[in-house]
């Protein structure tokens, strides 16, 4: 090796170090080819003078090319460190273009060389011996100049990349005829030569173009749409502002010091001076007013805004247009090999050489799609964790409604490009995976800690009504909802649906409602026991029916039937999905029915609650077989029993529908009855003609107290009151009346099917309301046994 590289290019010199053919044991049996290229020329008797000429020739062709393909090397590498570590690149950067084709010109010759017929076996071994010794530096070259057309597209050398792009495709082209394998290396050094190069095709630079250019487009779209939230400049800042057909051109002489500056780490810190603003004046505020201003847009429904951020994403597709038709027409004149001599035309006022209109139109479109397609990648990262204050460090409520706007924005139709509509889309499904993840395990959370530790689980504030924990379970039900609904699309294809985010999104809603589920009838079954009415009916109607009511809104699409060209990867997560979706719907049931079971959790704890309280209010046994006067008022043991059982539920109804307030009073009420009479029955009380008479007192008093003691609204009153209902639907007050009457009866005395005082015509039907009250009484004569034995009076005659 004539040149050894410097030690800064020692690890790129790795690219040269492959191995030679296992074949050059051959060597020891011949001359060194380096300094004994005219040992033929002896034998020109034998095999020919013009043979023997032109293998000298070659040998000594193959030296020269050889040594000049080290330097080029070197020089390359220079060149690349330069470009890589500097961001800029020395002049004499052309002078290697020359050499570059030098080169080439050089492997041609020695490509088409070939030895007679009559020529030894041992000279067609050195010939292929150099031969493979040049296609190793020709891999070596090719590498090195592929890199350096990537990295030096898209700045002020892109008509020298472009040049060098031409060379490498002319020089990869050679194949340089041996029978040696040129893949055997001794070290594994340089793993990317192992496999072939491809070729720099005018759709390669594109897509090359267009992922040197996504991150700086991802910036610029990313302060579009930050714009009408903070307020900031409405246009892009010129820093940013996408490069004119023009300054893809050969900048002059005295202007190309300051083009290399612009590739300093300076001006990368300045393409990102749009977002840094915006960003920055989120930390110079507060997070409520970074909130109120997110959420500004929706709030107003600003059509300004709109129509601002409408103007400058339009803008920037069209800039990025005018930018890759630049570059096409600079392709046309330094490399028109790379377009095709059918796809170049010149221009009729200046003559110049241009692609024709069909050719730029597809390669615009073209670089447009993979542009747009690589934005996407970008935009998550730049949003969410790039900036100095980034987005992901902030609430998830933050997210979520910049999430909300953008998906208005796309929903409007005509407020995004349809050429960023996939960028859009992978920005929108990247932050439905971080509010999946990050809104989720916060409202969680909180809702656990909260059904943990809150001991009043009321909540009343800003006029919602319904219990802390379980307004925490309903946001975060309807953020996964919206999240869930976000993703699903009837217009889009089983390819084209977000299956992967929507699996973790279905998997958190499947276990919410599990817990929502159990939390509600866990609670419920603690409020009933405790008697406590206001928190148990805030969970098993407010709480229950919110909940119920936003998985309404649950949007599930049925994929039962898979088309039969399905990838297996969206078939696994189409099944996936189909086992979550029946899992939800399962649990979503098993909700409903909740109410109805913690409803006859509260009828239990009724009657026990009734039971308890005539246990330690009830008057004695011997309060009920005293004589006397007949009672006309009732004892004060019913006021407290009514006011302790019936009156919460009068509480904790009053401001729900007339439909529960109706419904939960009637059970409630039939309960204390049906307990009443229980509890007299269970313990067996002997009750006197007074006990009877103030037994029935006293059952005749709760409809007097619901009149005089609690002020209800008039159609629950009239509910509860009204003698067509009473008889009809509450029976049990009959029934309590019917056993005072029995009490007040003799064993085997006759009942009358109708009331007394009352007769019926022939024509007249037999209705309830003249049926009597004892008739309401089941086992009447178990009751009549509960009739004190009356003393009899001995009267002597004197």
Not at 308 to 326: C, F, I, M
Not at 410 to 438: E, Q, R, V, W, Y
Not at 763 to 774: I, R, W
Request: aromatic fraction near 8%; proline fraction near 4%; glycine fraction near 4%.
């Amino acid at each position: 090796m004539n040149s050894q590289p410097t030690p800064r290019s020692a690890g790129l010199c790795k690219v040269a170090t492959l191995g030679y053919p296992s074949s050059m044991t051959f060597m020891s049996k011949i001359n060194d080819p380096s300094d004994k290229s005219v040992c033929f020329v002896g034998d020109a008797s034998r095999f020919g003078m013009k043979e023997g000429i032109e293998s000298a020739r070659f040998y000594s062709d193959c030296k020269i090319l050889y040594d000049s393909s080290r330097k080029l090397v070197s020089n390359l590498i220079n060149v690349l460190l330069q470009a890589k570590e500097y961001c800029q690149v020395d002049e004499t950067f052309t002078n290697n273009i020359d050499s570059v084709a030098s080169f080439t010109e050089g492997l041609k010759k020695v490509n088409a060389f070939k030895t007679g017929n009559n020529a030894r076996e041992m000279e067609n071994v050195r010939v292929n011996l150099w031969k493979a010794r040049l296609h190793i530096e020709k891999l070596a070259i090719s590498k090195l100049i592929n890199d350096l057309v990537v990295e030096l597209l898209d700045s002020s050398l892109t008509e020298s990349a472009l040049r060098m792009a031409h060379l490498y495709n002319e020089l990869l082209i050679l194949n340089l005829s041996t029978d040696f394998t040129t893949t055997n290396v001794f070290g594994n050094t340089c793993p990317m030569l192992l496999y072939p190069l491809r070729k720099l095709s005018m759709t390669r630079l594109l897509q090359i173009i267009a992922g040197k250019r996504a991150e700086r487009c991802g910036y610029n779209l990313i302060s579009g749409l930050l714009s009408n939230y903070f307020e900031a400049e409405d246009e892009l800042d010129d820093a940013t502002v996408v490069a004119d057909e023009d300054d893809l051109l050969t900048p002059r002489p005295e202007t190309v010091c300051s083009a290399n500056e612009l590739k300093s780490g300076d001006e990368k810190d300045s393409q990102n001076k749009k977002f840094l603003v915006a960003q920055n004046s989120v930390s110079s505020n507060t997070s409520v007013e970074i909130y109120r201003a997110l959420t500004k847009h929706l709030e107003n429904g600003g059509k300004e805004h709109d129509l601002a951020s409408n103007q400058t994403l339009d803008v920037l597709w069209r800039n990025e247009e005018k930018h890759v038709r630049g570059f096409l027409i600079l392709c046309s004149r330094a490399a028109p090999q790379l377009l095709g001599s059918h796809f170049i035309t010149s221009a009729k006022s200046s003559g110049n050489p241009r692609p024709v209109s069909t050719a730029r139109h597809k390669l615009t479109s073209y670089y447009q799609r993979i542009l747009w397609g690589e934005v996407g990648a970008f935009l998550e990262h730049i949003l969410m964790w790039w900036s100095s204050d980034p987005l992901g460090s902030y609430p998830p409520q933050m997210c979520l409604s910049l999430w909300d706007y953008i998906l208005e924005l796309k929903t409007a139709g005509n407020f995004i490009p349809p050429l960023l509509i996939p960028s859009i889309n992978s920005l929108l499904d990247a932050m439905c995976c971080h509010l999946t993840s990050t809104s989720w395990d916060q409202l969680f959370r909180k809702a656990l800690v909260s059904a943990g530790t809150v001991k009043k689980n009321v909540y009343t504030a800003y006029g919602i009504e319904g219990s802390a924990t379980g307004q925490l379970f309903l946001e975060m039900l309807t953020d996964l909802i919206k999240l869930n609904n976000s993703c699903e699309d009837i217009c889009l294809s089983l390819e084209e649906l977000p299956l992967v985010e929507q699996i973790p999104i279905l998997h958190r809603l499947d276990h919410s409602v599990h817990t929502v589920r159990m939390w509600m009838s866990s609670r419920c079954r603690n409020l009933a026991g405790k008697w406590d009415l206001d928190g148990f009916y805030c969970t098993y109607h407010t709480d229950i029916s919110k909940c119920l009511q936003t998985l309404s809104t649950l949007q599930l699409m049925n994929h039962n039937e898979i088309p039969a060209n399905t990838s297996v990867h969206v078939t696994v997560c189409t099944k996936m999905r189909a086992k979550l979706v029946s899992e939800i719907r399962e649990n979503i049931d098993k909700l409903k029915k909740t109410a109805a079971e913690c409803l006859g959790v509260l009828a239990k704890d009724c009657r026990r609650e009734s039971l308890a309280i005539l246990h330690m209010c009830f008057p004695k046994r011997s309060y009920w077989r005293q004589n006397g006067p007949l009672p006309d008022c009732a004892s004060d043991y019913v006021e407290k029993y009514l006011d302790s059982v019936l009156r919460p539920v009068f509480v904790a109804t009053q401001k729900m529908t007339p439909e529960i307030q109706q419904s939960s009073s009637a059970m409630v009420l039939r309960i204390l009855c049906e307990s009443w009479l229980e509890y007299v029955y269970l313990h067996r009380i002997k009750f006197s003609e007074w006990g009877a008479v103030q037994l029935l007192t006293d059952f005749g008093a709760v409809p007097t107290w619901l009149m005089e003691r609690v002020q209800l609204p008039k159609e629950l009153l009239n509910f509860l009151v009204s003698h067509e209902v009473l008889e009809i639907k509450h029976q049990v007050l009959r029934r309590c009346e019917g056993v005072g009457r029995l009490l007040l009866r003799r064993r085997g005395e006759s009942i009358r099917m109708s009331a007394p005082g009352t007769c019926k015509s022939s024509g007249e039907d037999f209705s309830a309301d003249n049926m009597p009250a004892e008739m309401y009484v089941p086992n009447q004569e178990q009751w009549l046994d509960l009739r004190a034995p009356v003393k009899a009076n001995i009267c002597c005659q004197l």
